[in-house]
């Protein structure tokens, strides 16, 4: 029940009053002088991937991102509508979650913020309240106008590189097995092919044809393996 209630509330929050707000503007917009604006939402990362963990969140920011092209659908050219997707950014809330982090995962808060937070990130260090800011100030202004229904995502290459990171690590945690693997069918191939290369040498010693070809499958095995 508490879980529903959490995901109603984040419903109200994140997506029903953007929709509510953008309706009440919309409007507005029409009826200005030229009939032309924008509308800018703030979305995330996790607009553009799911993570574990956040189910009702990554819901809301992928919502918020269908509102935002819906409205941009809808207004015809003459009003435009964008999202700004980022990663972690230096407010108090997120600052205010850093000491917890450290203490609960044994590490340094500059660790946490660099392992952790920025782990996927090709910058190590957390975007500011005014470069957010920055962007839509981008978004609203007539250098924009062929955003329209897009999304600005400067994310320090978080979900553009994302899954090659992932696969990367996954890689290098497990090279060890296969290898071991490998190298015990190796070993086993090794004695197989010598059986036979004895066995061959052994049964066709008289033809010379048959003894050069095998030692040479032989010899051209070891070599390459």
């Known amino acids: ?10 419903h109200r929050l994140m997506l029903r009053a ?6 009440l503007t919309l409007p507005h917009i029409r009826n ?8 800018g939402n703030m979305a995330s990362i996790h607009a553009h991937i799911c993570t574990v963990n956040k ?9 918020l991102r269908a509102l935002t092209q819906s409205i941009a659908a809808e207004g015809m050219g003459k009003i435009r509508s964008f999202t700004v997707s980022t990663g972690f ?21 500059e660790e946490v913020v660099s392992d952790v937070m920025m782990g996927f990130s090709r910058v190590k260090e957390m975007m500011t309240p005014i470069e957010v800011g920055n962007l839509f100030v981008f ?7 062929y955003l329209i229904g897009g999304d600005l995502l400067l994310d320090g290459g978080i979900v553009k590189t994302y899954a090659q990171t992932r696969l990367s690590l996954e890689v290098v945690s497990k090279i060890e097995e296969p290898r071991s693997k490998l190298r015990g069918m190796r070993s086993l191939f ?12 052994t049964k066709l010693h008289e033809d010379p044809i048959c003894q050069t070809t095998s030692e040479k499958f032989s010899r051209d095995h070891f070599r390459h393996s």
């Open 139 to 145: 978004g609203f202004s007539r250098h924009a106008k």
């Open 55 to 63: 189910p009702a969140y990554n819901i809301m920011k992928f919502g």
């Open 190 to 201: 090794r004695f197989k092919i010598t059986s036979i290369c004895f066995w061959t040498k």
């Open 89 to 109: 950014v230096k407010t108090g809330l997120t600052l205010g979650q850093i000491p917890a982090q450290a203490a609960q995962r044994g590490l340094t808060e």
């Open 18 to 23: 953007p929709f509510l707000l953008s309706r």
């Open 32 to 39: 200005s002088k030229d009939g032309t604006g924008a509308i």
């Open 1 to 10: 029940k508490r879980q529903m209630q959490t995901f109603d509330y984040m």
